[in-house]
């Protein structure tokens, strides 16, 4: 059966430090995947998408990125974070020819 | 640009009672359309995903229905439980992307 981990759960990190969310899936192959963010009592925001290896989309303009270095793994970074970086960050996945999209247990981080 | 709206916000309800969940959206070429539950602090489960080609799903006590035309789908949930307590969020399939409503956030008291 699939599945989908995603670490740290949690962390606090002092503005201007770096960030690196790591996901992987496994039991699938060449699956899309996905980074969302939801801050405090709003909707989920897309941050970047990915339909194959090296291949990464963004959504939002801010100072994150993401890379796909291998075929199930996603990880979202920053050089520098800011205070509006905290929130709730899930990663998803869905599976090649597959509808539904499953959703990692999220991480939360706080920016202090 | 996909935007979604789920009304009402919150809902608080009598423990037995059937609740009734709605989301809209705007641009009807969607591919599919996915219910989700949220638990306080915890990531999304996957309750029910209706296809595009189809009106509606049902998973136990849940149904949900989609009218592409209209652009609107309705989550049932019957027989409310205090276990039901959470927040319900949709999310439309365009291509890639989801694109998610801010969610009901749902009480069931017992």
């Known amino acids: 059966s699939q599945t989908i981990h995603q670490w740290p759960a949690t962390l606090v990190q002092p503005v201007g430090s770096p960030l690196s969310l790591e996901c992987t899936v496994e039991g699938t192959s060449n699956p899309n995947l996905y980074w969302y963010r939801q801050a405090a009592g709003r909707g989920l925001q897309l941050l970047f998408y990915?339909?194959?290896?090296?291949?990464i989309s963004s959504e939002v303009p801010q100072n994150l990125s993401a890379s796909r270095p291998q075929d199930r793994q996603f990880i979202l970074s920053s050089k520098k974070l800011l205070l509006s970086d905290s929130g709730f960050y899930l990663c998803?996945?869905?599976?090649?020819?597959?509808?539904?999209?499953?959703f990692g247990e999220g991480s939360w981080l706080t920016v202090v | 640009k996909q935007e979604v709206t789920q009304i009402p916000a919150a809902l608080s309800v009598p423990e037995g009672e059937n609740l009734v969940l709605n989301c809209s959206f705007t641009?009807?070429?969607?591919?599919?359309l996915q219910w989700f539950r949220q638990d306080p602090g915890k990531g999304l489960t996957s309750l029910l995903l209706?296809?595009?080609?189809?009106r509606e799903q049902t998973s136990g006590r849940l149904n949900a229905s989609l009218d592409k035309s209209s652009g609107r789908s309705t989550l049932y949930i019957a027989a409310s439980q205090p276990g039901d307590s959470a927040t319900y969020l949709c999310a439309v399939i365009n291509d890639y992307k989801l694109s998610f409503g801010a969610g009901t956030t749902v009480t069931v008291r017992a």
């Open positions: 998803a996945w869905r599976g090649l020819g597959g509808n539904t999209i499953y």
């Open positions: 209706i296809q595009s080609s189809q």
């Open positions: 990915s339909v194959g290896i090296g291949q």
């Open positions: 641009d009807s070429a969607i591919y599919n």
